[in-house]
């Protein structure tokens, strides 16, 4: 997998959630991760949300977009709704 960001961005989430986005890419690599469509956001490009798990345990929700074979971070936070989201479907994985 590629990844790209916009580095603005990137110090934006960094203020804001207290996460950089190479974290977010090391929970794209969790088996048990989650893909979900955002269709509130998505307009002339389609975008997701990816729940998954670093390696140090903490579960992340990404959300981005692909341009062709690329993954273009957008955001990322840890979102309760979506841990538990991610804890419910994992259990059974």
Known sequence: MEFEWDALKELINIRK???PF???VESFFDPKGIQL???KH???EK???W???TAKGRV???WFTRRGDIIRIIGCAEWR???RLYDETTKTK
């Open 60 to 62: 992340l929700t990404t």
């Open 47 to 49: 975008r997701f949300y």
């Open 37 to 39: 469509m955002d269709r």
């Open 42 to 44: 998505s307009g002339s």
């Open 51 to 53: 729940v998954g798990q």
């Open 17 to 19: 959630h207290g996460i």
């Open 22 to 24: 190479s974290d977010s």
């Open 81 to 83: 709704k979506f841990r």
